[in-house]
């Protein structure tokens, strides 16, 4: 019996990127985004929303053309619902849910941080692992336990992106900062003292940075890139180690834009292999936010019909990892 694969158009916009892709179960047909780079300082929410009402359309007509069965063979329509910037959540599941009544096809609610573990699920052999989720907006310790993703560990103030990102503009250098400090680092030749921050599983970032924009000018910029990366990856190492001879999981994902890190992925590599423990890595061109992930946590969540009515699809700007009941691992 051949069974049938859902396709489901993914609809990604919590904050600065659009996201629009269609995967057939693990199969991802078409991954496009559109970033929005604020000219000065954060995110403006209101610009950010103006930038995914301008750039959804563009994107969902190039799937049109580039796709070989364009809207007519869709499953379900999936977007995320949350955690984000509210104007933005509410211009992306507007799109979502426009379509969805236009194809009378259902509507599935996806949790933005669940899809960048759901994706690293589809990606890699990872089932059941233990999760390092680190982005610009979260830094979470993740694993299923009970029929719900638990956070074991988080930050407690900044996410490590946030933090790479202030610093790298005091630095003066582009923005995102993560991946300029990740290549001025690998110049870098002394470790510098800067706090350590470690309570329990989590962590906090806010005081090293104050701590490293105290260097600034007094010492290179390669060695203040480089101890940064050295003291906040460490206790993002050691906490992974805690959660893991805690958890005991067969495996260790990275995923999220920082997941990108070449430093990073060799500190975690080294500590799962120290714990006997498989370790995987979400793809480069997958570990920012796109709309595979939403997509992808789509075709698992259609597979044990979990659809949300027009009516009850709010938007969710607070949506913790921790309040989905995950019906579809066993
Ligand atoms: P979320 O909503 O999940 O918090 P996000 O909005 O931060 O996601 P992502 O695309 O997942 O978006 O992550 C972006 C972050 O990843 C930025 O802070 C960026 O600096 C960081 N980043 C990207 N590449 C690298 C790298 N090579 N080294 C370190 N940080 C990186
Ligand atoms: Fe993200």
Redesign the pocket.
Known sequence: MVIHEPIILGFEG????AGVAVTQGKKIIFNKTATYLPEHGGIHPREASEFLSKNFPILLEQMVYETPFGMKKIDAVAFSQG??LGPCLRMTATIARAISLLLKKPLIGVN??IA?VELGRMVTPAYDPMVL?V????TQLIAFLNGRYRILGETLDI?I??A??TL?RSLGLPH????H??QEAKNGKNVLPLPYAIKGMSFSFSGVVTAAQKLISKHEVADICYSFQEYTFAALTEATERALSCTKKPSVLLT???A???R?QEMVQGVASEQSTKYYVVPKNL???NGAMIALAGVNMYKKNNFISVNHSHVKPRWRTDQVEVNWIH
């Open positions: 919590t904050a600065h990127t955690p984000g933005h941080c960048h989720y982005s610009g907006g979260n996410a992106g946030n790479l990102d790298g995102p900062g993560g991946p400090i990740e999220g834009g920082v990108a890190n070449t990073l570990a920012g936010d």
